[in-house]
Structures are given as structure tokens and as C-alpha cells.
């Protein structure tokens, strides 16, 4: 390969300039020159592409969001508009791709590469953490320590108070953030899409808290829990139970900014490596991810087709220790 291209798309995750720049830094170690796609499938469509050379990624491993930015594309979604892209990427003489993104990130990849013959290797990267394949994902951990240091701050007021809070995390369809979270800042309950949310007993608990002289209390929420969110789920306990002061804070999109985690940033510079390697060797429609220490790849078929599962060891330590 003479010329690759990366891009970022989907929601942005902390990490993923640390990961354009271990791909480019590792490109140009191998005498490939690399160009930046800006706006992921829409810039690749329109032909906005960049060359990057080493200065273009330093002072960026701490950066969040996306020096490449970000967007969605539905005209990609359609041939007419994959046969656009692959017209510009051929124009520009790329000879293979990196994307760093999720599951809509690789399926269109997947797809492309079947109608026209360009390899792509998958960085995964989206707070959410539930691509299947790989022990963690960029921006998973920076999403994590944002949230505890919300929480932290959001019980100092709580507890000043007597107030009990119902804090929403990201986590639409699934629940990695709010529980791992909810176990790190004590939480008194974690409702994730992947359980059935119980009012009653979500009360019974806050009851039992109560006899226990607990004079404030913290539920963490996904956004896709079935109760309906932080404000539902608090609006059906303050029918039933009003012995605390009861408030809600979504703390939204705040877990995608922010420096990346130094754990998000070696993960990312791994991968970024790793995923410009395996376009070298002939590799093309895998993600480039991390189990057990050891760099392995996952096809875009697995990491699509299945979903990550919630540990329920970690459901029953939640619990445990509620």
C-alpha cells in the first residue's frame, strides 16, 4: 500500500485523535502516506480529504472530540452514494481505509468493501462500550471518570440536603456505563435496559435506607432504561415516596468531551497501530481490538451481529452492595 485514509464517525469518544494519530504515526513509519477523510462518509463523498504528515497529529493525544469532526450520512446508506465515495477515494489513490467508529461505522464499511474492493480496518470507538469482540473501547473510560466526578460532586449536595438524586448516563441501548459507574460511586441502585425496572422495589430499598438512618441517595439511570429515564423513574417514586427531596440531573453529552483518560489513550494508540498493520498485511473488514491484553481482530459481521453482554457479576456486586 502506497496511501491509506482514516476517519472518525458516529458519536465522538474521547481518545479518537490519539487514535488518527497512532495511525498516521505508524503509516508514515512505513513509508505510507496518509490522508484524513473530515466528516467521516459524508467528507468521503464530497471529496474532503486532507494529507497529514507527523505535525499534523502532534499535541493531539490529549485532545478530545475530533480534529476529522464527525457526522452521519444517510447518502451513503444508498449505492448511488457509496459509487460517489469510492469515485473519490480512487480519485485520491487510497489504497485502503481505517474508520474508527461503532456498528453503523462498520456495517457501512462492511458493505463497501463487498461493492468495491477497497479494505477497511475497524478502530472501535463510542463511550457506549457494547461492541462485541473486545474488552474495552476508546472513550470508554473517559466517559466513566466523567461521570464519577459528576456524581461525586452531585452527592457533596446531596447529602448537604437530605435530597435524593436520580442521575441519567448515557446509554441508550445499553447499560455499561450505568452500572460500572454505579458501583464506583456507591450508588444506591443502577437501572440499565438490560433488567426490568421495578418501582416498588426500587421505594422498598429507599425505605430500607431510610431505616438505616441514610439521610440522602444516589440512582443511577441509563437513558434507555425501560422505566422511561431519570425523570419518569423519578416522577412514579415521588408518587409513592416523598421522604427525600427528590431532583434529577442528565448529565448528556458532557461524557463524550474532555481529555481522554490515559487508559483511553494507550488503548487508542494500540489499536491505531495495530489496525494500520493489518491493512499492510492484506487484512479487511475486521475490527482491531483488545482481549485479555493481546491485540486480536474481530470481523465486521461479529462485532455487528452481536451485542455485548452485561457482566452479571457486576450486576450482582450493584446490588450487593447498594
Known sequence: MNRIAVFTSGGDAPGMNACVRAVVRTALLHNVEVYGIVRAYSGMISGDFIPLDFNSVSNIIQRGGTILKSARCEEFRTSEGRAKAAAQLKKFNIDGVVAIGGDGTFTG??????????????CPGTIDNDLFGTDNIIGYDSALNTVIEAVDKIRDTADAHDRLFFVEVMGRDAGFIALRSGIAVGADAVLIPETETFVDSLIERLKIGKAHHKTSSII????????????????????????????????????????????DRVLASILGKAAVEALLKGKKNEMADVINR????????KAIKHHQQINKDLLNLAESLA
Do not use: C, M, W
Request: proline share 3%; no cysteine.
Open 294 to 301: 493481546k491485540v486480536v481482530f474481530t470481523s465486521f459481521t
Open 109 to 122: 464499511a462492511q458493505i463497501f468493501t463487498k461493492e468495491h474492493g477497497i479494505p477497511f480496518i475497524g
Open 220 to 263: 443511577i439511570v441509563a437513558e434507555g432504561d425501560d422505566g422511561g429515564g431519570a425523570y419518569e423513574v423519578a416522577r412514579k417514586v415521588k408518587e409513592q415516596y416523598n421522604y427525600y427531596e427528590t431532583k434529577v440531573t442528565v448529565l448528556g453529552h458532557i461524557q463524550r468531551g474532555g481529555s481522554p483518560s490515559a487508559s
